[in-house]
Nanobody
Framework: QVQLVESGGGLVQPGGSLRLSCTASGGVFSMYAMGWYRQAPGKQRELVAQISAGGSTNYADSVKGRFTISRDNAKNTVYLQMNSLKREDTAVYLC??????WGQGTQVTVSS
């Protein structure tokens, strides 16, 4: 059974940057697509970015050009580089090994 551990969240000012990491243990990491989702208070969980086993990526329209998802199969880790952060990016960010294994999440708060 896979275990996913996120890190890198925190408080950042608007316009700032954060890099989230998610390290997986259990299973063959390189065989799976990975994703980052987020959930803000009172809102549904939404896809932020996905990366396939082969490295193809897709992004939510709201983060295109600002966020970058990447993976390091040697480290069993997927990253989310977040630049030009906005207040509306505030949420709990969750890592997912597709189709449905989830981490506990890491809080990202964008505020001055």
């Amino acid at each position: 059974q896979v275990q996913l551990v996120e890190s890198g969240g925190g408080l950042v000012q608007p316009g700032g940057s954060l890099r989230l990491s998610c390290t997986a243990s259990g299973g063959v990491f390189s065989m799976y697509a990975m994703g980052w989702y987020r959930q803000a208070p009172g809102k549904q969980r939404e896809l932020v970015a996905q990366i396939s086993a082969g490295g193809s990526t897709n992004y939510a329209d709201s983060v295109k050009g600002r966020f970058t998802i990447s993976r390091d199969n040697a480290k069993n880790t997927v990253y989310l580089q977040m630049n030009s952060l906005k207040r509306e990016d505030t949420a709990v960010y969750l890592c997912c090994r597709l189709p449905g294994s989830w981490g506990q999440g890491t809080q990202v708060t964008v505020s001055s």
